[in-house]
């Protein structure tokens, strides 16, 4: 909004300070620039932050998912690791419950073994007794042998810690048995086992039979005579004993010795009975009773002694037969830990025995289960940590990055918001200054004395160059921004160069360089561009020569580019000695090797440049030097802003680094490269190439029809500077020949061959062939007077004045002073040959020849009321060959232009009094339109009968060229508009296109 | 051009034409283009047209002094004969005139009467420098010959 309001007024500031500041600083008001913010960039900038918040958002619900998978995952860790601490040691478990077992099971083998031996034995005992005892008569054991026998045998019987006999004797039998014995048969207590001694046991009371201890172990010889069947336990033992055949147990009982055992008891036959013997042949056939006590205690604990690891387990024997098991071995606290029951059978049916085993230590803690499981652990949340740290960091860096995201946008901003404040600053710092140079301009034309005008001077250079410094800023933010639109009008780049060689001659001069401009004759006449940004990026280049230049030569050419490519070998050859000024120069090439266009070509050379070719055209413009150069290490930052090769630079040259920059900037805005070569001590070469449009080809050819018939011979031994002399020579339709060789023209003219009229020779050249040039000038003038040649010495800057001077009234020269412009040379060799050939230039067609050619005899009306401007624009046409009327009115114009008349345009002002311009103009096309009417109709007037269409061209004059008043002509129906005075040009390109056309219509 | 100088001492080409962003002539080049009018035709056409300039700009003028006086603040009607004046003068060229009829149109702009007033003042002055310097030229013309030697080379 602002910003179109403010554009609008732009120009209509332009023209009032265009025409307030006037004094050359018009350029100033071009550059106005304002800086409205881009609105669509502001509004993608909004959808942009709104995407990042979403992605902000986004974020957030992706990171507490992050924390929910995190938590997840040491959840499962856990209980991974719970599962594996319980099924290791569950295994663990199961290994020590295997290993009870077997240790167990091993134990009550062996116990049952030693049992199993000492049961034998003592079978082997009742055997022995039975054959030795009741077989024999007298019996062959007597108590001693007996005794002795049990005792010397007793180690085979490592369980049983005494044996007895006991005989079966019935009731019949008792009084001879006591009386062979000599004691009478005595009653066991039947709870107490240990009797209290022999005396004291009372006798046993009559029954059926007895079975009284006949034969003892001299340990226990006190139960000698003792009734087994007295006592219930062995009573029952005994009937069991005779029933089964096989050794029978006592349930357990304290031994004397207070420990715990066993009375295993045998029965001894009288004939050996058949193994499948009733129970009571066996009963009938029993003859005695051999028992053995057993001491389990010891037996056990002397097995256990003999196994390893006996401190690791503990053993419990039970008696099990009953409902409550009788403990017969072990410690009574038995602990709560693992038990392993393996059962005993010591060959007794009706009992039934088993061993507990348990292990004393408490089991060990399963270290492995644990450490495995904590390990796993570990590892779970140390990789938990890691994913942890991982998120936590990729959220550092996502808010880092909102962070820089943000503060990017604030420098972007802050730097739009610095193009802006730089550019409104600058704007507004330039208008006072064209208030202030203007006023010391005319301070200047005030009467001042020598000081004051010194001061005024320093004020406005100074003044100047701010101007210009601000107008650069003013360009760079501009182009930053993207603001700078380049123009496309028509121009003729020769001229352009020519007045850039004159802008800068004074500085050359003062310094003693050479300057020279050479454009090849490929580079069409006209192009379309933009003439003031070219011209800016060559001054500036050629103003940064100047700067760093102290001896030597400027030189600047303008090629095309395929020319260029095509002489890249010959470029390649040239040989310092053959530069402008004999000074080495940096490799021009090197300077564009670097370009693109230049690659791409190198690398498809056949691709050409047949996309573009139809009507643009490149440039490739160089300006080289043989300055101080660029020292190697500032080269990199050359085109950088603001930078300059050194501080001291700044100092002593002054200016602020900002101008290559610019011209980069606008290079690339002319979709061209700009690069340069260059060697410290001998000079840089800058190349920029540019693509600009062809001109429509026209005839507007700017050579001089004045010397179209005269030949020149320039003598110069630097070719280089040869060509260039030719090219300005050219340019002004001048026929010229180059001759390096002074000695070479000169018999060559004693041939007496046609020479030329002109003839330039350098002042170098003249010094170095001093000797033979006065022989050359008399000779050129010995000829007839009226065809002698013109000669002419071009002056060169570095030449003391007084040296050539000193030549120039010697020989009669001309002196043209270089650097060569096409005008400045026109003027001096027209002067020069204004004498001989006066009668030439007076019937020749002055000016521009195609004007005349298309104004001549041309029937002209032309309409000012300021007779002064009347008078020279009638002058003006009336030169060109046309015919003309003048008129002081509009209403004198309208009666004049009345339909028919014999008028081919009018030229017309627009500020009249009473009737203006435009006024007259309308005036005029509606007379014309009832003209054509009529003319349709068929009421033809004689006088223009061969018309169909009556329309006369009205051109408007004018003095301010401008869009609004260009509008308005068209809006009444002018054909164009002249600024007032002519300008050939502009003149040229009104009339031209308008009788061109018109010519056609016709 | 040094025989440029040694044929017209008065107003040497570096006075006449308008020199780049320096100090700016009496004339510019458009006066060298009326000049480069005259030919056999009309041997004295530089001199015509400054001799009418000259007799249109007094009218121009005091009609103008006039203007100042009797419709005081009417800077319309200053400028409207401001231009007319500034016309005649672009014609011939005079550029120091052209150049304050420029500041004579700012002050008109701001409403500054005595600027304007100084501004014509300068007019005048210029003006009548001018007329001096160029009397004193075409004098010098008709010395150095009646035909021939009296053209400038064209620039």
Known sequence: MTGTARGRRGPAGMEEKGEAAGLGFLGLDRMRLLLPLPLPEKLSARTLRTHLYNHYLGSRKVREQRRWLLLLWVVIWSLISCCILFLMSSQAVEKRREALASMCDERARMLQDQFNVSMNHLQALAILISTFHHSKNPSAIDQLTFARYAERTAFERPLTSGVAYAVRVTHAEREQ??????????????????????????????????????????????VISFDLL????????????????????????????????????????????????????????????????????????????????????????????????????????????????????????????????????????????????????????????????????????????QEMMELKKRAEAADIAKSQFLATVSHEIRTPMNGVLGMLQMLMDTDLDTTQQDYVRTAQASGKTLVSLINEVLDQAKIESGKLELEAVPFDLRTVCDDILSLFCGKVQEKGLELAVYVSDQVPHTLIGDPGRIRQIITNLVGNSIKFTERGHIYLTVQVVEEVMSCLEVETATQYTKTLSGYPVANRRRSWENFRLFNRELHSSDVSFAPIASDSISLIISVEDTGVGIPFEAQSRVFTPFMQVGPSIARIHGGTGIGLSISKCLVGLMKGEIGFASKPHVGSTFTFTAVLMRARPSSNENKSLDFKEINALVVDHRPLRAKVTKYHLQRLGVKTELTTDLDQFVSKMNCGSRFAKLVLIDRETWLKESHSMPLLVRKLRNKDQTDSPKLFLLENPTSSVKSSSHISREYNLNVIMKPLRASMLQVSLRRALGEVDKVHCRNGVVGNPTLGSLLHKKQIIVVDDNIVNLKVAAGALKKYGAEVTCADSGKKAITLLKAPHSFDACFMDIQMPEMDGFEATKRIRVMERDLNERLERGEVPPECANVRQWRTPILAMTADVIQATHEQCLKSEMDGYVSKPFEGEQLYREVARFFQSHDQVQ | MQDANLRYPEIGISEVSLTFGGKIGYLDEQFCQVEDLQDEASPNFAEEVVTLFFKDSARLMSNIELALEKYPKDFNRWDAYMQQLKGSCSSIGASRMKCEFMSFRDYCGQGNVEGCMRSFQKVKREHTVLRQKLETYFQLLRQAGPAGAATRPVM
């Open chain 1, 177 to 222: 048995f006591e009386r062979e014995q000599g004691w009478s048969i005595k009653k066991m207590y039947s709870s107490k086992k240990q009797s209290p001694g022999p005396g004291d046991a009372e006798v046993r009371e009559p029954a059926a039979e007895y079975a009284p201890v006949i034969f003892a172990q001299d340990a226990y010889k006190h």
């Open chain 1, 230 to 401: 007295s006592g219930n336990d062995d009573r029952e033992n005994v009937l069991r004993a005779r029933e089964s055949g096989k050794g029978v147990l006592t349930a357990p009982f304290e031994l004397l010795n207070n420990r715990l055992g066993v009375i295993s008891t045998y029965t001894v036959y009288e004939s050996e009975l058949p193994p499948n013997a009733r129970p009571h042949e066996r009963i009938q056939a029993a003859i005695g009773y051999l028992g053995g006590i057993f001491d389990i205690e010891a037996l056990v604990d002397k097995l256990l002694h003999q196994l390893a690891g006996k401190q690791s387990i503990m053993v419990n024997v039970y008696d099990t037969t009953k409902e409550s098991p009788i403990s017969m071995y072990g410690s009574s606290d038995t602990g709560s830990g693992m038990c392993h029951v393996s059962t005993l059978n010591f060959g007794d049916p009706s009992r039934r025995h088993a061993m507990h085993c348990r292990f004393i230590q408490k089991p060990p803690w399963p270290w492995l289960a644990i450490t495995s499981s904590f390990g796993t652990i570990v590892i779970a949340l140390l990789i938990g940590y890691i994913f942890h740290a991982t998120v936590k960091r990729i959220a550092k860096v996502e808010d880092d990055y």
